[in-house]
């Protein structure tokens, strides 16, 4: 088969690249696979080139590149294709709008897979009809705004497939009643690691995530506090950074402090590869209020540590077992998480027990594995051949008229929120 990617930055990092990078590499094993970005700022690509895949953009963001876009007229026009309901809807324009359809108009191919839901959008109204239509979900549907959510389900029904990474969220996409759209949940992939399993006598619990609220690593911190209170000896390493929108690096680093854990607690700032760095632990943390999957659970399996994560909605609950190769506990309970580490602390033989079920486990988000299950669902998809679906004028027409008045109440809303902080 010939597959298509369609990312918003291949030269970027993150877990939507970093998962598109690895399954394209494994399926460029048997397929002709090419990555098409929407986006270029880079020469080279942070997560480098997967092998036998083709990467190539769509517009330049490079200022000293001969072929920049910044100082094209349409760059600096409003999208009107791409949804406003998605988040990254401002770093579109006309000029993406005409990119993207042009080569999706034109390529030749036999799957074409978009990997998030505005660039989903695009295949829905641009593409032309003749490839296979796979919109991937790496978020989860309940998490973006009612007017995304109108898009979607006005737009995906001119979708062959739809893929989450989670078999909860597929349970909500199947509730849009997408009709003739096959609805099916795929997970993530996670490589083998390049270094050995962690060992079990390690003395230190290891996490990994944005410093955001999110993630909860103030109840992490108050948690391990209570069973280093009996467990000197032990440590506590948490590696990420804010992002754009909150950075919790200060305020975590006082509480620390606060609690006396200057000598056991440490923030470890971001990495190149965390596969050296969760070796060095023997039990890992996940305190997260929400995921829409849970790649560094599946990382920190891979690399044979149990993992005491929330049962947060999505992704947890269908990668660990509770009480086999991890432990599940209430969001935002210090007390439950404190009491899951303190199981393991306390017996290197429960931790060497439970690290060997982690890395059984994880074995069915090898990336063959994973991608045997999409090349499944494509090869059934153009055996009966694309989709034809077109939505009739006067419902295309009433969506684009109902999608005016919901813009116009969000742009009024984001007024009005903009003046309240002006204000106080």
């Known amino acids: 088969m010939r597959i298509s990617f369609l990312l918003h930055n291949g030269y970027h990092y993150g877990g939507t690249i970093r998962t598109t990078f690895t399954l394209a590499e494994e399926l460029a094993e048997r397929h002709e696979v090419e990555i098409v970005s929407v986006f270029r700022h880079r020469d080279r690509p942070w997560l480098g080139l997967p092998a036998g895949v083709t990467l190539r953009h769509l517009v330049d963001l490079r200022k000293d590149s ?10 600096h026009r409003p999208a009107e294709v791409f949804p406003r309901g998605d988040g990254r809807w ?21 799957v074409l897979v978009a990997t998030r839901p505005g660039l989903n959008v695009h295949l829905a109204r641009q593409a032309r009809r003749g490839p296979v239509l796979v919109g991937q979900e790496h978020l989860i549907l309940t998490g973006h705004s009612y007017r995304l959510r109108r898009d979607i389900g006005h737009e995906y029904a001119l979708l062959d497939a739809v893929t989450t990474v989670t078999e909860a969220d597929a349970r909500a996409y199947r509730k849009l009643r997408l009709p003739g759209v096959r609805v099916e949940a795929v997970p993530n992939s996670v490589p083998a690691p390049a270094v050995g399993p962690a060992d079990p006598a390690a003395r230190t619990v290891v996490a990994a995530g944005r410093l955001t609220h999110v993630k909860r690593y103030d109840v992490l911190i108050d948690a391990f506090a209570a069973v280093a209170a009996d467990h000197p000896d032990w440590k506590l390493r948490i590696y990420g950074s804010g992002d754009a929108v909150q950075d919790l690096k200060a305020p975590l680093a006082r509480q620390i402090k606060a609690l006396g854990l200057d000598e056991q ?16 632990g023997s039990i890992a943390a996940v305190t997260s209020q929400r995921e829409s999957f849970g790649m560094t659970i599946v990382e920190a399996m891979r690399c044979g540590l149990p993992v005491v994560s929330t049962d947060c909605p999505h992704g947890p609950r269908e990668i660990i077992e509770d009480g086999v190769d991890g432990r599940l506990v209430p969001v935002d309970d210090v007390a439950a998480v404190a009491a899951a580490l303190r199981s ?17 486990a994880s074995e069915r988000f090898d990336p063959a594995r994973v991608a045997a299950r999409h090349e499944a669902l494509w090869t059934d998809l153009v055996t009966q051949g694309a989709s034809r679906r077109t939505h009739s004028p006067g419902r ?12 116009a109440v969000y742009t009024e809303k984001a007024r009005a929120g903009r003046l309240v902080r002006r204000f106080r």
């Open 66 to 75: 001969p072929g920049y876009d910044g100082d094209h007229p349409d760059f």
């Open 265 to 280: 607690v440490f923030l470890m700032g971001t990495v190149g590869s965390m596969e050296p760095e969760w070796v060095k």
């Open 344 to 360: 393991y602390v306390e017996s290197e033989e429960l931790r060497a027990k439970a690290g060997r079920a982690a890395l059984t």
């Open 396 to 407: 295309a027409r009433a969506h684009r008229a109902v999608g005016r008045v919901v813009d």
């Open 90 to 110: 401002k770093q579109y324009s006309a000029l993406t709008d005409a990119r993207i359809g042009e080569y999706l108009r034109g390529v030749e191919t036999d």
